[in-house]
C-alpha cells in the first residue's frame, strides 16, 4: 500500500523541465572544474591550497566553492572520495611472468612508476590527518588491494612465514618507497634495484618456502 503511494506520488510529480535540468548540469560542470583546479594545485606540490587559490584556478567565486561544497572541509573529502575511487579503479593485478627476480623487479617499476606519478595526491591525504587514529586509517586504506596484487605478481610472497610476508609488503608500500626516494634521495633505479634485492634474499632463503 505504501509502495502504491510512493509510486503514484512520483507519478504526479511534475516532469523536470529543461531549465532545471540546464542548472543540473552548470552545477556538475561547476564542481568538476573545482575539483581540478584543487587537483591541479595538489599536482604542483601546494598540499592544503587556500580557497582563493582555488577559485581563481577555477575562475569562480570563493562563496561558490562553499555553496557547491559547504566548507573547505567538505571539499577535501570530495576530492579525497574522488581519488579513492580514481586509485581503485586504475590498479589492475598485474600480469607478470619470469623467474623470481624478474617478475620483482617488474612490480618495482610498476609500484615505483604508480607511486612518482600519485605521490602528491597521497601527501594530500596525509595534509589532512589531524590524529593517530586517522593517520592509521590512510595508512591502512587499500592495503588489502596492495596485497592481493602483490601476491599475484610475486606468489612466492602469499605461501612465505608471516614475518617474511610483512616485509616484502613493506618494501612495496608507499611509505617505504617515499622514504628512500625523497628523504634519503636515492634515484628510481636504485630504489627497483634494492627493493628486488632484499625481495629476492627474503623470498629464497625463507624457511616456509
Known amino acids: 500500500m505504501l509502495q502504491s503511494m510512493q509510486t503514484m506520488s512520483a507519478l ?16 556538475a560542470r561547476t564542481r568538476k572544474k573545482i575539483l581540478e583546479a584543487l587537483f591541479a594545485l595538489v599536482g604542483e ?7 582563493e587559490e582555488i577559485a581563481e584556478r577555477a575562475d569562480v567565486a570563493v562563496r561558490t566553492i562553499f555553496r557547491h561544497f ?3 572541509e567538505g571539499l577535501y573529502t570530495a576530492a579525497q572520495h574522488h581519488l579513492d575511487s580514481l586509485f581503485d579503479s586504475e590498479q589492475d593485478e598485474p600480469d607478470l611472468t619470469g623467474t623470481l627476480e624478474d ?16 605521490r602528491n595526491y597521497l601527501l594530500f591525504y596525509v595534509a589532512r590527518v589531524r590524529t593517530a587514529e586517522e593517520a592509521n586509517a590512510i595508512r591502512s586504506s587499500g592495503t588489502a588491494n596492495q596485497r592481493l596484487r602483490l601476491w599475484s605478481a610475486l606468489p612466492e610472497c602469499a605461501a612465505a ?5 610483512h616485509t616484502v609488503e613493506q618494501l612495496y608500500s608507499f611509505q617505504f618507497w617515499d622514504q628512500v626516494r625523497f628523504e634519503q634521495g636515492v634515484s628510481v633505479e636504485d630504489t627497483v634495484k634494492s627493493i628486488t634485492q632484499a625481495t629476492v634474499l627474503l623470498l629464497s632463503s625463507d624457511d616456509r618456502r
Do not use: C, H, K
Open 103 to 118: 617478475r620483482a623487479r617488474a612490480y618495482a617499476e610498476l609500484q615505483g612508476a604508480l607511486f612518482e606519478s600519485i
Open 12 to 27: 504526479n510529480q511534475p516532469p523536470e523541465t529543461p531549465a532545471a535540468d540546464g542548472r543540473a548540469d552548470r552545477s
Open 70 to 72: 559547504g566548507d573547505m
Open 45 to 51: 606540490g601546494i598540499l592544503r591550497p587556500r580557497g
Open 161 to 165: 612465514s608471516a614475518a617474511t610476508r
